[in-house]
């Protein structure tokens, strides 16, 4: 007998869960309970009565989030086995004791089959983030699971308030669940960063970008680079530590060329006037900026988070690429992203191409990027494959 309330799928609508698709969409629901809140723990079944799963419901377009295909309690032993698992899977990925790199991604959402939960570290510091009601309800046991299982974890704070739906989240506040520590360094494949959970974009830093920056030390050397929507400074601090000849940073946020400064700072490589950090819009910079560069990075903000806003996104991605084909010296390198779950890699690689028609640039494809591997994606959820991008060498 299920201690959960139960919800009955239309009859076939059970293909994707068997197919073992973390979301259940309304549409597919034929009954319910209706004394129901947001937030609570369903048993689903078909329509016969067979399990399917054990998730969290929504009054929603997705009306279930998956958190089991077995039939269990979700208890703390559930949240304790799911941080334990996350961390194994970190640890195998040398991510544990790693001296040059002490912040990564501890739980990825559905690619940790937790949808809805985010839970990034830095350093001592653990920032959890919950996407949906049902996991925010259960932040208290999350928080524990995660001072049990990951050690070296002293500080755990909440960061959801902005990700949840508004009239639930109007008495939330961002706040340490344990802890108050908030001067926070960390390391990065050997590179000094400053990281504000309380201030700082998403929560803090964008992990998902490591390898990326990485990969960028290797077209550095002696070059001009214009580092766009350059937040806290990632890849520019990459670029001035491998030998950069100059860097210019451009984001049109105060806040962010704050902590960009700071970081600079963090990393002293070179000489004071090899960085140059402008506080604008990227569009108006590239159009009354005319020097041009040797590596240009475009890595915007989404520039959709729903599919009816697809094809304005698509028209800021062709026009944000064109402009910085124009601004990019004869065999410059582009580092060029999308963010916007509702682009995949298809559309974004055609609207490239586009921007490269319009430029009128020779244009050769040199790696296809992602996001890391503590960052994963779930095999049987696409829509986790949300970063895109292309390092291009322009003629």
Same mark, same amino acid.
């Given at each position: /007998?299920?201690?959960?309330?139960?919800?009955?799928? *239309?009859?076939?609508?059970?293909?994707?869960?068997?197919?073992?698709?973390?979301?259940?969409?309304?549409?597919?629901?034929?009954?319910?309970? %209706?004394?129901?809140?947001?937030?609570?723990?369903?048993?689903?079944?078909?329509?016969?009565?067979?399990?399917?799963?054990?998730?969290?419901?929504?009054?929603?377009?997705?009306?279930?989030?998956?958190?089991?295909?077995?039939?269990?309690?979700?208890?703390?032993?559930?949240?304790?086995?799911?941080?334990?698992?996350? =961390? *194994?899977?970190?640890? %195998?990925?040398? &991510?544990?004791?790693?001296?040059?790199?002490?912040?990564?991604?501890?739980?990825?959402?559905?690619?940790?089959?937790?949808?809805?939960?985010?839970?990034?570290?830095?350093?001592?510091?653990? #920032?959890?983030?919950?996407? %949906?009601?049902?996991?925010?309800? !259960?932040? $208290?046991?999350?928080?524990?699971?995660?001072?049990?299982?990951?050690?070296?974890? @002293?500080?755990?704070?909440?960061?959801?308030?902005? !990700?949840?739906?508004?009239?639930?989240?109007?008495?939330?506040?961002? *706040?340490?669940?344990?802890?108050?520590?908030?001067?926070?360094?960390?390391? @990065?494949?050997?590179?000094?960063?400053?990281?504000?959970?309380?201030?700082?974009?998403?929560?803090?830093?964008?992990?998902?970008?490591?390898? !990326?920056?990485?990969?960028?030390? +290797?077209?550095?050397?002696?070059?001009?680079?214009?580092?766009?929507?350059?937040?806290?400074?990632?890849?520019?601090?990459?670029? /001035?530590?491998?030998?950069?000849?100059?860097?210019?940073?451009?984001? #049109?946020?105060?806040?962010? /060329?704050?902590? =960009?400064?700071? !970081?600079?700072?963090?990393?002293?490589?070179?000489?004071?006037? /090899?960085? *140059?950090?402008?506080?604008?819009? #990227?569009?108006?910079?590239?159009?009354?900026? +005319? +020097?041009?560069?040797?590596?240009?990075?475009?890595?915007?903000?989404?520039?959709?988070?729903?599919?009816?806003?697809?094809?304005?996104? #698509?028209?800021?991605?062709?026009?944000?690429?064109? +402009?910085?084909?124009?601004?990019?010296?004869?065999?410059?390198?582009?580092?060029?992203?999308?963010?916007?779950?509702?682009?995949?890699?298809?559309?974004?690689?055609?609207?490239?191409? $586009?921007?490269?028609?319009?430029?009128?640039?020779?244009?050769?494809? &040199?790696?296809?990027?992602?996001?890391?591997?503590?960052?994963?994606?779930?095999?049987?959820?696409?829509?986790? $494959?949300?970063?895109?991008?292309?390092?291009?060498?322009?003629?």
């Amino acid at each position: /007998m299920s201690i959960y309330p139960k919800i009955i799928l *239309q009859k076939e609508k059970e293909r994707s869960v068997q197919r073992y698709h973390p979301w259940i969409f309304s549409g597919a629901i034929q009954t319910k309970d %209706s004394s129901l809140s947001d937030g609570d723990i369903v048993e689903v079944t078909d329509n016969k009565g067979a399990f399917l799963c054990i998730g969290h419901f929504y009054h929603g377009s997705i009306a279930i989030k998956i958190l089991s295909f077995n039939k269990e309690v979700i208890d703390q032993h559930f949240w304790d086995k799911k941080i334990s698992d996350a =961390l *194994q899977l970190r640890q %195998s990925l040398g &991510l544990i004791d790693n001296k040059e790199t002490t912040c990564f991604r501890l739980i990825h959402a559905e690619g940790d089959h937790c949808p809805g939960l985010v839970v990034d570290i830095y350093s001592t510091t653990a #920032v959890i983030q919950c996407h %949906s009601i049902g996991m925010h309800r !259960n932040i $208290s046991a999350i928080a524990a699971a995660i001072k049990k299982e990951v050690s070296f974890v @002293e500080n755990i704070y909440d960061k959801s308030k902005e !990700n949840l739906p508004a009239e639930y989240a109007s008495d939330l506040s961002n *706040q340490f669940i344990i802890g108050d520590t908030k001067e926070i360094i960390v390391r @990065e494949n050997g590179h000094t960063f400053y990281i504000d959970v309380e201030r700082g974009q998403k929560t803090g830093f964008f992990l998902d970008q490591r390898n !990326n920056r990485a990969l960028l030390t +290797e077209y550095c050397r002696d070059k001009n680079i214009l580092n766009t929507y350059a937040y806290s400074g990632g890849f520019s601090v990459y670029a /001035m530590n491998n030998h950069a000849k100059k860097v210019i940073s451009v984001d #049109v946020s105060k806040t962010a /060329m704050e902590l =960009l400064e700071k !970081n600079i700072a963090l990393n002293p490589s070179s000489e004071s006037d /090899m960085h *140059q950090s402008y506080c604008e819009d #990227v569009f108006q910079f590239l159009k009354h900026n +005319e +020097e041009k560069f040797d590596v240009i990075i475009l890595d915007p903000p989404a520039f959709a988070k729903s599919i009816n806003k697809r094809h304005n996104a #698509v028209q800021a991605y062709k026009r944000l690429n064109a +402009e910085g084909l124009k601004k990019i010296n004869k065999g410059g390198i582009i580092f060029t992203f999308s963010c916007s779950q509702v682009v995949d890699r298809a559309l974004f690689n055609a609207t490239v191409m $586009s921007a490269a028609i319009e430029a009128n640039r020779e244009v050769r494809v &040199l790696h296809y990027l992602s996001q890391p591997p503590d960052h994963p994606m779930n095999i049987f959820h696409p829509e986790g $494959s949300y970063l895109k991008g292309l390092v291009l060498y322009v003629n």
